[in-house]
């Protein structure tokens, strides 16, 4: 027998229309990962919901002012994966 297990990635999970999708899927039974700038309203988010989630990480873009079109990223690590 195969099972197959319901897995969403959802970003912009900390607020706004993330969230919700977020809120929704988990009311559903979607094990998730989620990924979001706001460290905090995320981790709030994780500890609420009633599901597996599986990591999450924080994305944190800044557009350089000298190079267009061109941005740094820095990937920090929160939670086991």
Do not use: D, Q, W
């Not at 607020?15 to 700038?37: D, Q, T, V, W």
């Amino acid at each position: 027998m195969v099972v197959f297990m319901k897995v969403a990635v959802v970003t912009g999970a900390s607020r706004g229309i993330g969230r919700a999708i977020a809120e929704m899927l988990a009311e559903e039974g979607y094990s998730l990962a989620l990924g979001a700038r706001n460290v905090e309203e995320l981790e709030k988010l994780t500890e609420s919901l009633e599901t597996e989630v599986f990591c999450h990480y924080f994305f944190l873009l800044k557009a350089s002012p000298f190079r267009a079109g061109r941005r740094s990223a820095r990937r920090l690590k929160a939670g086991e994966c």
